[in-house]
Nanobody
Framework: VQLQASGGGLVQAGGSLRLSCAAS????????LGWFRQAPGKERELVAA????????TYEDSVKGRFTISRDNAKNTVYLQMNSLKPEDTAVYYC???????????????????WGQGTLVTVSS
């Protein structure tokens, strides 16, 4: 499995960016894909995730209503549309993939096994 992230850049607060994650190497029907971010001095956090089979999505609270994760089945690509960006969204963003096999207490427990390279998002105030 290979994941290729792109779309980062410099944007002013209030602006928008769309990140792309091109996935290859297998079919992803039984996979979930996620966008993580890591800001300097902070731990990596999952900001959005999508289940490939039905596009059901989840979001970290701070990005709800501003970020949208989606996937294009024909292009094997997952997107993260980021609107109303804030300086605190500045981070390196990574896409990752995991199989969705093990389910316990309402959540999948499979770890994210495949990672793309990061793409830097910088939001200026």
């Amino acid at each position: 499995v290979q994941l290729q992230a792109s779309g980062g850049g410099l944007v002013q607060a209030g602006g928008s960016l769309r990140l792309s994650c091109a996935a290859s190497g297998r079919t992803f029907i039984n996979y979930g894909l996620g966008w993580f971010r890591q800001a300097p001095g902070k731990e990596r956090e999952l900001v959005a995730a999508i289940r490939w089979s039905d596009s059901s999505a989840t979001y970290e609270d701070s990005v709800k209503g501003r970020f949208t994760i989606s996937r294009d089945n024909a292009k094997n690509t997952v997107y993260l549309q980021m609107n109303s960006l804030k300086p605190e969204d500045t981070a390196v963003y990574y896409c990752a993939a995991r199989s969705l096999i093990h389910y316990n207490a309402g959540t999948y427990t499979d770890p994210y096994k495949y990672w793309g390279q990061g793409t830097l998002v910088t939001v200026s105030s």
